[in-house]
């Protein structure tokens, strides 16, 4: 039985995802909370860059027999094919502009915060399979230390998913926003699952590749979508109130 325990470590923190959606839902001031997730979120994928993939990224990249010059060129290629992946994405996806000029129930605003929902969502069901498979390794070499971990990534999953949430709130099509939080919930245990049935890790270059890609995903959306929303929202205090969270956070992650 222990032999199987280290595959469901990584669905509890596919959880806290689910966590978030019913405190949307539960929440009455909505406008607020979506303010305020957008603070949040940003200073988690933030923490996320500089505290779990660029370290990640060093410490893979230095067991490959290639030059400090080649691997600087590898990693940044690869993070820009991340980059580019999700702006094709932007583009080929319906016209979403966004005016917030407008109010904030307004058509075009809501149909702007479901794409950064949607485009966010698409870029953590790829950071979660790693990361389920990271959290399975750790849980068949010890199961204490795999807990803590699994719920130290849970920590910054909640916020994640309070502001997919809020994102996709006002939208129309409910299949996509279930189907969305389904993958959402079972990416990092489908990730744990496969490593399981491969029966070993999967060559380092190919995780180093798929890291860099899922890094470049997180970037994009921090700086090219998120960081806009706080720009757009500098007058409203729930933002700050979200940054100070995110910082809080971040640091509950740092000490587990």
Not at 29 to 50: D, N, P, T, W, Y
Not at 184 to 192: I, K, N, P
Not at 207 to 232: D, R, S, W
């Amino acid at each position: 039985m222990l032999n199987f325990l280290p595959i469901f470590f990584p669905l509890c923190t596919g959880l806290f995802f689910l966590l978030g959606f019913f405190i949307v839902h539960i929440v009455k001031h909505k406008k607020e909370l979506s303010i305020f997730s957008v603070g949040m979120a940003f200073i988690v994928m933030l923490g996320m860059l500089l505290f779990d993939l660029i370290p990640e990224i060093i410490e893979m990249s230095g067991v490959l027999e290639k030059s400090s010059f080649s691997k600087i060129v590898m990693v940044c290629c690869f993070i820009l094919v991340g980059i580019f992946l999700l702006k094709i994405l932007d583009i080929f996806l319906p016209h979403h502009a966004h005016h917030h000029s407008l109010k904030e129930s307004s058509h075009e605003h809501n149909h702007h915060m479901e794409h950064v929902g949607f485009i966010t969502s698409f870029s953590l069901i790829l950071h979660n399979i790693l990361e389920g498979m990271s959290v399975f390794i750790i849980a068949s070499e010890s199961l204490m230390t795999g807990f803590i971990t699994s719920i130290a990534i849970g920590c910054h999953n909640l916020p994640l998913g309070i502001e997919i949430a809020s994102s996709m709130e006002h939208t129309k099509n409910s299949f996509k926003k279930y189907i969305t939080l389904l993958l959402l919930v079972l990416s990092s245990f489908l990730g744990a699952l496969l490593l399981f049935f491969v029966g070993g890790a999967l060559p380092e270059t190919v995780m180093l590749i798929l890291i860099c890609i899922a890094c470049g995903m997180i970037l994009y959306i921090a700086f090219f979508e998120l960081l806009k929303e706080i720009f757009c929202y500098r007058n409203e205090k729930y933002v700050y109130y979200g940054i100070f969270t995110g910082m809080i956070l971040i640091l509950v992650m740092t000490i587990l």
